[in-house]
């Protein structure tokens, strides 16, 4: 089945420095989406991308999917400790069904 | 708009045991998950139903979980016997989206979960 890769597994940052976690598979995607799972809560929704080369920014978020639709990250600017928590990216099938990734955990520090 | 609803939200058994938990997806929303999600890992897809249909159930150890959907609102996962392996968070999702639809509706939501611990 679909297999997705995501480093790092751990992230320790000191609160206002920056952190990027990534996606990769070996095939070609249709689609990813990205989620957020606070400490002891359920995975929440960010963003998904679906073209090539996309770019999308919520805020202090910023998403890209590779031009090869095999990779895709996400960037935090400048953290802050609300942004404490597991970062998963989801990859998707035309039917609805995702694949998790073993998610990022972030640290931040004050 | 209310959210997906689960209960109970913590279970606690002995192995061998039988468990069920319940999950009121979002009013309208035609597919939804089971997600099995062991400490430290990403959520793993137990069974995917489309309105009353079961769309995927490929990683769902079948000789003693069950699921449910009937009528394509609500469900039930069952665990019949417990093994201490399955101490997990059970998650419950849904989505607007079904077969065919924009990729836009495969946006998910999930439940806050049952927390399961087998003895």
């Known amino acids: 089945g679909q297999q997705v890769m995501q480093i790092p597994q751990y992230q320790h940052v000191q609160e206002g420095e920056d952190f990027t976690t990534y996606c990769n598979s070996s095939t070609t995607l249709s689609n990813i989406q990205w989620y957020k799972q606070r400490p002891g809560g359920h995975p929440v929704f960010l963003i998904q991308?679906?073209?090539?080369?996309e770019v999308k920014k919520q805020k202090r978020l910023t998403f890209q999917f590779g031009e090869a639709k095999k990779n895709s990250s996400l960037h935090i600017t400048a953290t802050q400790t609300t942004d404490v928590g597991t970062y998963f990216c989801?990859?998707?099938?035309?039917?609805?069904?995702?694949?998790f990734g073993q998610g990022t955990i972030l640290t931040v520090h004050p | 708009e209310a959210g997906v609803a689960q209960s109970p939200r913590y279970k606690i058994i002995e192995k061998r045991q039988s468990v069920a938990f319940w999950c009121n997806p979002i009013?309208?929303?035609?597919?939804l998950y089971w997600y099995q999600q062991i400490l430290g890992q990403g959520p793993k897809l137990l069974i995917q139903f489309q309105n009353n249909g079961v769309v995927d159930d490929s990683q769902l150890p079948k000789d003693r979980f069950s699921a449910e959907r009937l009528k394509g609102v609500d469900s039930t996962l069952k665990i019949q016997p417990a093994k201490l392996e399955d101490s997990a968070v059970y998650l419950c999702?849904?989505?607007?989206?079904?077969?065919?639809?924009?990729?836009?509706?495969?946006?998910?939501?999930f439940g806050p979960g049952t927390r399961l611990t087998v003895l």
């Open positions: 991308l679906v073209k090539s080369g």
């Open positions: 999702a849904s989505s607007p989206g079904t077969w065919g639809t924009p990729s836009s509706y495969n946006e998910q939501f």
């Open positions: 009013s309208g929303h035609a597919t």
């Open positions: 989801s990859v998707g099938t035309s039917y609805g069904k995702l694949t």
